[in-house]
């Protein structure tokens, strides 16, 4: 039997095993804590200490506290919706809008159904038509018909007329052909890339606080209004909630939702 210590530099299988282990650990620490974490394509993530940091999961702020923090170009929405943001209306409330209303019947229609491609408004949440009646105030939506409409409307105008409209009888979701098939996007969005079912946020499924009435909207509305969230010209949709679904949209998925919902039932 060998009378080698074991814990020694001249014992070369301990060198050798102590030598192998340092060796594993140092090129494991390289390819984890600075390779993999260098691959991340972050412009603002740079430096080997920042790695490390990031792979060790410790805080450290790779953003350096003399850069302002990031604002978007355009105008955001305002509004924060709530489910008690516009509370059930007073009947002098209905009453005050229905006179208001008066102004916006030649385009929204004598009862609130649209006979051209303008939106309906006959029986739409209240939260949306508040919503959306100050985003074309404050400059968060733009159009060139709606924006001047509403520029001498106060907070309390448009209570009433949000009262007034989701008062009024709306579109049915029942559909005009028995035929009409629930296109999937609507039924099941598209989880690959990553869009919720309209019906989700929308009504059929659940309705979420803030999202429109769809059914009964002109199809040539549908169309233009996924379009432009898809581009970004209308940016008024709070965290990108519209935004996201409609870029990831097909055009044909575009049209097929545009169509299924312009189809309701009047
Ligand atoms: C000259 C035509 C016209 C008049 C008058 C008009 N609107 Fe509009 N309205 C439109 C059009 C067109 C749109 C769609 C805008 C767009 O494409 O972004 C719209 C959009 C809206 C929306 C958004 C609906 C949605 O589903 O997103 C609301 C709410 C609205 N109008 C309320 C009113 C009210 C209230 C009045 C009266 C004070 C009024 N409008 C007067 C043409 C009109
Ligand atoms: C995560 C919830 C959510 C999902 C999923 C969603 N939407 Fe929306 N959608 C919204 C919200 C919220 C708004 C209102 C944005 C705003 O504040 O103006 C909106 C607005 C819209 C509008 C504009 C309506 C109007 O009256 O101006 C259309 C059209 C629309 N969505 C279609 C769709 C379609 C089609 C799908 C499915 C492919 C879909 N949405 C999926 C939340 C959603």
């Not at 409209?165 to 099941?188: C, F, G, K, N, Q």
């Not at 919720?196 to 499924?205: D, E, K, N």
């Amino acid at each position: 039997m060998s009378t080698e210590p074991l814990f020694s530099l001249r014992n070369r299988w301990f060198t050798r095993s102590v030598g192998a282990t340092i060796v594993i650990f140092v090129i494991s620490f390289v390819i984890g804590f600075i390779w993999l974490p260098s691959v991340q394509r972050d412009a603002q993530f740079q430096g080997v200490w920042n790695a490390i940091c990031s792979a060790a999961g410790v805080p450290r702020s790779w953003y350096s506290s003399s850069e302002a923090p990031v604002t978007p170009t355009y105008t955001t929405s305002t509004v924060e919706l709530t489910p008690s943001t516009v509370p059930p209306a007073s009947a002098q409330s209905v009453g005050r809008g229905a006179t208001l209303a008066l102004q916006c019947t030649m385009c929204h229609g004598e009862r609130g159904m649209s006979e051209a491609n303008s939106p309906n408004l006959a029986g739409q949440y209240p939260s949306v038509i508040y919503k959306e009646l100050h985003d074309f105030k404050t400059g968060a939506r733009t159009n060139a018909i709606m924006s001047p409409m509403v520029v001498n409307l106060t907070d309390q105008d448009i209570r009433d007329l949000a009262a007034y409209y989701a008062y009024l009888p709306r579109p049915s979701a029942a559909r005009v052909h028995e035929e009409v098939v629930v296109p999937e996007i609507v039924a099941t969005g598209a989880p690959m890339r990553n869009i919720a079912p309209c019906a989700s946020c929308h009504g059929g499924l659940d309705t979420k606080v803030g999202s429109p009435w769809l059914n009964g909207l002109p199809a040539a509305y549908i169309k233009a209004q996924l379009q432009a969230f898809a581009s970004g010209a209308r940016h008024n949709d709070i965290s990108e909630q519209m935004r996201n679904v409609a870029r990831n949209m097909t055009p044909d998925e575009i049209e097929a939702a545009a169509n299924y919902y312009s189809a309701s039932a009047k």
